[in-house]
């Protein structure tokens, strides 16, 4: 027997894959889930067979979205009071964590873990929302992330890569935000870019709306492939010879179809959003050297 729930999903890219084993696993044992988040998660989970709703930016506007879905029992992926206020003004009670002083909105808080990597975070809310409801899941999150394509997915990639010798390397040097004020921003794809070059690897990016300048500039010599949406992008990914990554949501894109990827860290910490399915270089306090990163992307050549 089914039972509906409203999931409002993370608000990055690189959240939702690593929310993927917690949706999938909620849709094994019953439930049937009705997703809100941002406009790109349509396309990006389009291979699954959920509702999604895109949320409007205005409070009042959401909330009357979220009214509109009709399901009364709600999972919070966010940590916001904004988010959980309203679900709760919608009419739906939530589990959710127990943030920003929000207890009082949700059917169920949890106290955030202790420092754990964000697909066992995600997971321990999918669990307690099934034991809410009577349900159980397993203890530990699957090894894979399990995003699911589309056929058109992969057709749109095919036309993309249609004149792109192979193998190809993906690279994707750009990320968003920052820690402690420094930029997740590996200094090394030019030169990298250089020597995959050098060894006759044909290299591609996939820049995002207005990144196409910034990209080029990081990655001289990639062949660049603009306006793909999410969905195609991670089906570029799957014919990589292997992606290299800031901690981003291209790095978690790639770690979600179960491609070889390579995430690079010197500000962000491995032991939080490593590529889940993938080989993480650098530290909290130190980026890897170009070196080392080569000797992985070549070793991946044979």
């Known amino acids: 027997m089914s039972h509906d729930l409203l999931v409002r999903l993370p608000n990055w890219v690189g959240d939702v ?26 396309d990006l989970l389009a291979g699954h067979d ?21 399901v009364r029992d709600g999972l919070l992926l ?15 009670r939530a589990v959710g964590h127990a943030a920003e002083g929000r207890s009082l909105l949700l059917a169920r808080a949890l106290a ?15 669990q307690a929302t099934a034991t809410h409801h009577g349900l159980l899941l397993p203890e530990l999150p699957p090894t894979a992330l399990g995003l699911r394509l589309t056929e058109a997915h992969h057709a749109q990639a095919t036309a993309a890569l249609a004149d792109i ?16 004020g420094q930029p997740k921003l590996w200094p090394g794809f030019p030169l990298l870019a250089r020597l995959l070059t050098s060894e006759g690897i044909a290299l591609v990016a996939c820049p995002g709306p ?48 179960g491609s070889p990827v390579i995430g690079l860290f010197g500000v962000s910490d491995p032991a ?17 050297r170009v070196e080392d990163v080569m000797r992985e992307v070549l070793a991946r050549r044979g």
Not at 25 to 32: I, K, W
Not at 61 to 68: C, Q, Y
Not at 115 to 120: F, I, K, R, S
């Open 78 to 92: 966010t940590n916001s009071l904004g988010s959980a206020l309203q679900f709760r003004l919608a009419g739906v």
């Open 112 to 126: 955030k873990p202790s420092p754990c990597h964000e697909v066992q975070v995600f997971w321990r809310l999918a």
């Open 165 to 180: 010798p192979r193998p190809f390397v993906a690279l994707a040097p750009l990320a968003a935000g920052t820690i402690n």
């Open 272 to 288: 939080r959003t490593r590529p889940w399915q993938g080989t993480a270089l650098g530290s909290p306090t130190g980026w890897p």
């Open 210 to 257: 207005g990144e196409e300048a910034a990209t080029a500039e990081a990655v001289p010599g990639a062949r660049l492939l603009p306006g793909l949406k999410l969905g195609a992008y991670a089906a570029v990914l799957t014919r990589a010879l292997v992606t290299v990554a800031n901690d981003s949501g291209p790095m978690h894109l790639a770690a979600a179809t």
């Open 17 to 42: 894959c690593m929310a993927l084993p917690a949706l999938n696993a909620l849709e094994s044992v019953g439930f049937r889930l009705h997703l809100a988040g941002k406009g790109w998660a349509k």
């Open 50 to 70: 959920w509702s999604i709703t895109p949320l409007p930016k205005p409070f009042g506007e959401a909330r009357k979205s979220l009214a509109a879905v009709k």
